[in-house]
């Protein structure tokens, strides 16, 4: 099957649609469960397919499609001076961000935009719907990209999201029993 990758605002669109749903089941115990998409996903591959042949793709099968297209994990990270270099294994091999510092307004606005949460009572049950915001990563990440290696098209919001997951991290790593640290 031959598909297009997604833009951004399909990327951004399908992680709107998906959910985490905290339930405080006592004052103790909290159940965690991923809303997923399904029916939204296998519309979307469908959009993808550049060639409608073939039999008919399951909901499972274009989730899992769309899982495989978005992989991206950190490999590896440096710092270089004021600026962090960070390798990521994605679909097809290693790619490379260079990427500068984000200044303490940068990362409030960041933590205030990526995630919205609601708050519902449902009887004596209280539940907390969360939505991570692709277009909050994709911001930042437009701020701080210094570079890359390895693409032959501009970078996916779905492997900005690592990098600057991963940049947030390491700014806010403690100072090292060493006596290094990020000052």
């Known amino acids: 099957m031959e598909l297009r990758f997604p833009t951004d605002e399909e990327w951004i669109d399908r992680n709107r649609r998906q959910k985490l749903i905290t339930k405080q089941i006592s004052r103790t115990v909290t159940e965690d469960t991923i809303v997923e998409t399904p029916?939204?996903?296998?519309?979307?591959?469908?959009?993808?397919?550049?060639?409608?042949?073939?039999?008919?793709?399951?909901?499972?099968?274009?989730?899992?499609?769309?899982?495989?297209?978005?992989?991206?994990?950190?490999?590896?990270?440096?710092?270089?001076?004021?600026?962090?270099?960070?390798?990521?294994?994605?679909?097809?091999?290693?790619?490379?961000?260079?990427?500068?510092?984000?200044?303490?307004?940068?990362?409030?606005?960041?933590?205030?935009?990526?995630?919205?949460?609601?708050?519902?009572?449902?009887?004596?049950?209280?539940?907390?719907?969360?939505?991570?915001?692709?277009?909050?990563?994709?911001?930042?990440?437009?701020?701080l990209s210094r570079g890359t290696e390895g693409y032959g098209m501009a970078v996916p919001v779905v492997h900005q999201l690592p990098v600057v997951l991963e940049v947030m991290r390491e700014v806010r790593r403690p100072i090292s029993e060493n006596g290094t640290g990020n000052f």
């Open 39 to 143: 029916e939204t996903d296998l519309l979307l591959v469908e959009k993808l397919r550049a060639v409608h042949e073939g039999p008919p793709l399951s909901t499972g099968e274009a989730s899992w499609i769309l899982d495989q297209l978005s992989s991206a994990e950190v490999e590896e990270v440096e710092r270089q001076g004021a600026q962090f270099r960070i390798v990521l294994r994605v679909p097809g091999g290693l790619v490379t961000h260079i990427v500068g510092m984000p200044s303490v307004e940068d990362m409030q606005d960041f933590q205030r935009e990526f995630t919205s949460t609601r708050q519902i009572q449902e009887g004596r049950l209280v539940k907390q719907e969360q939505v991570v915001n692709l277009a909050a990563v994709k911001k930042l990440y437009q701020k």
